[in-house]
């Protein structure tokens, strides 16, 4: 079985947005609602998405340059995303006042600490890929597939590891990360799913490093890897508990396309996590005034129709054999 646009996939943000609050898995990946924000996406993802067209450049291109050089080709990469995202890269006091630590001047500063502090490493590993989309069909499901995409693979120290940067302002005088926000990786779905993933194409992967920069407005050299393993049995009951997790996002999506509506209970709520860890959910105006978004006649005033489509997000025709 090989792995086709017409294959069914879902990607990690499919299934924690399920986890969290089916009602909201409804809206966002089957109904493929989203905010309107103006054909502007948050701050927060553009900077984290423009921060990773950077890392590609520093450790791509930018390898085996000077810092000096290294951190252009870092800030080039940032600029294209950033403005390719409808961002200004000359911003007003009032522009700057609005994104907060999270600007091009912030970015900068940040690129050149990180290749200073990171320099030896960038030198002396051999980059095995970059952006590197991946699939893994699950057993005993129909051609149904985990997608995702390892950030960086690295053969370095005698090890090869996958990389996966990760940006926070969740910032704290001790230690300048927040300890809950770094030991959170160690039991994130996600991370054990890129160690599964990248076992599979790279059987002498050792672990994931979650690369974590802190994007603050005054302290721009936070940096810190999070080296991340899990036994085979822990990654054994990833793959049945993500299976269980597929297996009932396929089901209610087959309940509601069976009988239209909600009315069997499809897609319930979870109103635990109507106001969440970082912020409230941004379904929670249709939530608070309607029983069934499905009977709805048109998108709600605030949302439009934007579909979250992994194939293009994870590129994942470069897997499709012929591509
Ligand atoms: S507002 Fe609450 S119930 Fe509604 S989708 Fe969001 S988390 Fe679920």
Redesign the pocket.
């Known amino acids: 079985m090989s792995f086709s646009k017409q294959s069914r996939y879902l990607d990690n943000t499919m299934i924690s947005t399920y986890k969290?609050?089916?009602?909201?898995y409804l809206?966002r990946h089957v109904l493929g609602w989203t905010t309107d924000g103006g054909g502007q996406k948050p701050p927060a993802l553009v900077f984290g998405s423009s921060w990773h067209a950077g890392m590609d450049e520093m450790w791509g291109p930018g390898k085996d340059e000077s810092i000096e050089n290294r951190v252009d080709l870092a800030m080039e990469g940032f600029r294209k995303q950033w403005e390719e995202d409808n961002y200004t890269f000359e911003l007003t006091m009032e522009q700057q006042d609005d994104l907060g630590a999270r600007t091009p001047g912030t970015a900068h500063e940040m690129f050149y600490q990180y290749a200073t502090q990171r320099d030896r490493m960038i030198r002396e590993c051999t980059v095995l890929g970059i952006e590197q989309p991946m699939a893994m069909p699950f057993p005993g499901m129909d051609d149904t597939w985990y997608v995702g995409k390892l950030d960086k693979v690295v053969d370095y120290a005698g090890g090869i590891h996958v990389l996966e940067h990760k940006t926070t302002t969740l910032y704290r005088i001790k230690g300048n990360f927040d300890n809950d926000y770094l030991e959170s990786w160690n039991s994130a779905s996600q991370v054990k799913g890129y160690q599964m993933m990248g076992s599979i194409h790279y059987p002498k992967l050792q672990d994931v490093w979650v690369d974590c920069s802190l994007v603050h407005k005054k302290v721009h050299d936070a940096f810190k890897f999070i080296p991340v393993s899990h036994e085979w049995s822990l990654l054994k009951e990833w793959i049945t508990d993500t299976q269980r997790w597929i297996g009932a996002i396929q089901s209610e999506t087959a309940e509601y396309e069976k009988y239209g509506n909600l009315e069997a209970g499809t897609f319930r709520?979870?109103?635990d996590?109507?106001y969440?860890k970082y912020s409230?959910?941004?379904?929670?105006n249709?939530?608070?005034t309607c029983s069934d978004p499905t009977k709805l006649k048109e998108v709600p005033a605030g949302y439009v129709e934007e579909r979250w489509e992994p194939f293009d997000v994870l590129k994942l025709d470069k897997l499709i054999k012929g591509n």
């Open positions: 969290e609050c089916p009602r909201k809206m709520r979870n109103e996590n109507c969440g409230k959910c941004p379904f929670l249709i939530c608070s």
